[in-house]
């Protein structure tokens, strides 16, 4: 199992190293700038989508218990059908039944800390 991972690993890195070519380099040098002021629009975009989360965080902090305890509801529905996501792929044999066990398991804790907290629960905490 291993010696197969190696093996494509090693394929795929003499392959980065062979595209890693003169004109590449010279191409990557010449959109410095582009990536500067791509960096920047990021920065922005990030600002703006920061600031959203923030007007939102407020808006559900105004919310009643009800009404936070129904977007839960859902939260749990949701992680109920990827936890069958994950049995299915188990099945399957596409994952390990061990990391399944630890992604359903790490969904079911993030939930739990989320409805303990009361947190709103698109937004990283700040």
Known sequence: MFKKELCTFAVALSMGLAIATPVTTFATETNAQEFITNKEENQRRRG?????????????????????????????QEVEVETKLFKKLVDFGVMDKADAEKSVSYLNECLKRLKESKAFPFGRSK
């Open 48 to 76: 703006e989508f920061d600031e959203k989360m923030k007007k939102a965080r407020e808006k559900w902090d105004a919310l009643s218990d009800k009404q936070k305890n129904e977007v839960y509801s859902l939260l749990e």
